[in-house]
Structure formats: C-alpha cells, structure tokens
C-alpha cells in the first residue's frame, strides 16, 4: 500500500482539497484559478513523481495570496501525513536544476522542524497574473506544514519565469529524493530516534 494523504481545508477565504500519493508516476490534476501556479504545482508532481490532485476556490477578486499560501498550507499537511512516523525514508535531499538561463538548488532536511531559507532574486513582480512574491509564501507553508528544512538558493538567471520554474523543480526532485524508502534504513533517519 502506499503512502496516501487527503487534506481539506475551508476557510472564509478558500476551499481547498489535495489528494497526494508519494509513491506515484507524476500524475497530476490541479485546478486552482492561477494559471503559473497550477503550471507549478504540475512541475512540483510531475518531477517529484508524486500522483498529485488539488482543487482550490479561493478569493481571487482580492489577489492569489490566500490561495496559493493556503495550498502550500495543505499540501505540507499532506506530506507530513503522507510520511508518517517516517520509517526508512532517506530523510535528506537536494537537486541542483538548470533551466535555460536559470540555475537554482534546492536542499531538503525532514526533520520534523518546518522552516525556509529563500534566496531568489527576480527580475519582474508578475509572471503572467502571478505576484513573484508568492512563491516564497507558498514554500514557507509548504515547509513549515510539512516539517521539513527547506533552503533554495538561485544560482543563475535573468528571466523570472525559468528562475521559479527552476525552484519548483530543485524541490520536486529534493523532496523526491528526501521522502524515498531506503532499504538500508531501520526505523527512521535520527540519532534522536524520531523525527
């Protein structure tokens, strides 16, 4: 059987579902009203191999802020859910991915202690409708939500389409590497014994 969660959330602001499957082929179905963002989010499955389903009705009249912060909000629930006591994973990941101009590295730690170090200049404040601002916000939730170390560092880049791109993708392949079951594991990861 394999490592399954779904979330929902409802608040005055969104409602949200996200159905995740860690141990997927990149599957993916999103609909959440901001077109890059679901772009994203398909990148974030599909590199993760993660079977990934999220449908989001938020208050876009006002802005995509509360949308997107409160996916990350329950896609990190997700992941934590998903991983358990996390038993055997390999606990620590990190991808280095070029797009384009763009390089950027993403570096993962589940410890069980969620925070983000960002640091992504960019260019341009919109991508299409999308506020460059809230991609760190939806990887501070996602992050904090999710119980893991996050860093993502931009190495390279002009355009600030491949640069988020390129730190979507860091993650997927990070967080891939991160929640993989390692058969050389016993228990979990941690001189602590638990994390």
């Keep these: 059987m394999g490592r399954l969660a779904k979330i929902t959330r409802t608040t005055k602001e969104t409602d949200i579902s996200v159905e995740l499957e ?16 679901d772009h994203m989010l398909e990148a974030l499955g599909r590199h993760g191999l993660f079977d990934l389903t999220v449908k989001a009705v938020g208050d876009l009249e006002v802005d995509a802020h509360h949308t997107v912060e409160d996916v990350g909000i ?3 629930q997700a992941l934590a859910q998903a991983l358990g006591d996390k038993t055997g994973i ?22 069980g202690r969620g925070g983000l170090v960002y640091e992504v200049d960019l260019p341009i404040e919109f991508i299409g409708t999308f506020d460059t601002t809230l ?19 931009k190495l390279a880049g ?6 988020v791109e390129a730190a979507f993708k860091a993650l997927a ?18 001189t602590k014994g638990s994390l």
Excluded: K
């Design 22 to 37: 860690l141990d997927g082929s990149g599957v993916t179905e999103v609909a959440t009203g901001v077109p890059f963002f």
């Design 74 to 76: 329950c896609l990190g």
């Design 90 to 111: 390999r606990r620590f990941g990190s991808a280095t991915v070029p797009m384009d101009d763009a390089c950027v590295v993403a570096a993962v730690d589940i410890s």
């Design 135 to 153: 991609a760190r916000e939806f990887m501070t939730a996602y992050a904090m939500n999710g119980g893991f170390t996050l860093h993502v560092h």
């Design 158 to 163: 002009d355009n600030s389409h491949h640069i």
């Design 173 to 190: 392949r990070a967080l891939r590497d991160a929640v993989e079951l390692d058969p050389r594991v016993t228990g979990v990861p941690s």
